[in-house]
Antibody, heavy 119, light 108 residues
Framework: EVQLVESGGGLVKPGGSLRLSCAVS????????MSWARQAPGKGLEWVSS????????YYADSVKGRFTISRDNAKNSLYLQMNSLGVEDTAVYYC????????????WGQGTLVTVSS | EIVLTQSPGTLSLSPGERATLSCRAS???????LAWYQQKPGQAPRLLIY???GRATGVPDRFSGSGSGTDFTLTISRLEPEDFAVYYC?????????FGPGTKVDIK
């Protein structure tokens, strides 16, 4: 069974930085595309960023472009999201998701990690 | 950017009834890369349908997806108590890989 476990969330002040991690087990991580999505309190889902299996293709939502950086370490079966210049609008539960070897669906999703940006 | 519109916003039905949810895209979705997810309160979403009509592993056959181009539908043939939730569509064919705003299916 494929499992994704996010970590690294917490409380950060506006303008601050945070690095999220997503540990993946039970799959051939090195051939899977991976993604991040987020959900602000009481709101819908928002796609954030995706990275292909070999890191050749990287995509960002306009709302995070230039501030967030997605990366992966296939040797450690881990996905990362470096978040800089955080604003209150970035407050959300952040989910990682595994795609297939050819696309960017989310299957499965991790349980999520809460990021709160507040002074 | 492909904008996804879901309708209705809320669907109030009784157990045993049929649910039909719509997802409309502002432009054609490449290769029918359209997914449907179910989310219950306090839980992460779960993939139900991928490629517009493929049922994900473990998903009951009362869930079915159809459509192509710009118009897609999720049908739940007979609602079970555990099906009352929020449903999101997502297109993952063209970046940004946008989600729709969701349809809430609640108990009438």
């Amino acid at each position: 069974e494929v499992q994704l476990v996010e970590s690294g969330g917490g409380l950060v002040k506006p303008g601050g930085s945070l690095r999220l991690s997503c540990a993946v087990s039970g799959s051939s991580f090195s051939i899977d595309n991976m993604s991040w999505a987020r959900q602000a309190p009481g709101k819908g889902l928002e796609w954030v960023s995706s990275i292909s299996a070999g890191s050749s293709y990287i995509y960002y939502a306009d709302s995070v472009k230039g501030r967030f950086t997605i990366s992966r370490d296939n040797a450690k079966n881990s996905l990362y999201l470096q978040m800089n210049s955080l604003g209150v609008e970035d407050t959300a539960v952040y989910y990682c998701g595994r795609g297939s070897s050819g696309d960017f669906r989310f299957d499965p999703w991790g349980q999520g990690t809460l990021v709160t940006v507040s002074s | 950017e492909i904008v996804l519109t879901q309708s209705p916003g809320t669907l109030s039905l009784s157990p045993g009834e049929r649910a039909t949810l719509s997802c409309r895209a502002s432009q054609s979705v490449r290769s029918s890369y359209l997914a449907w997810y179910q989310q219950k309160p306090g839980q992460a979403p779960r993939l139900l349908i991928y490629g517009a009509s493929g049922r994900a592993t473990g998903v009951p056959d009362r869930f079915s997806g159809s459509g192509s181009g710009t118009d897609f539908t999720l049908t739940i043939s007979r609602l079970e108590p555990e099906d009352f939730a929020v449903y999101y569509c997502q297109q993952y064919g063209t970046s940004p890989f946008t989600f729709g705003p969701g349809t809430k299916v609640d108990i009438k």
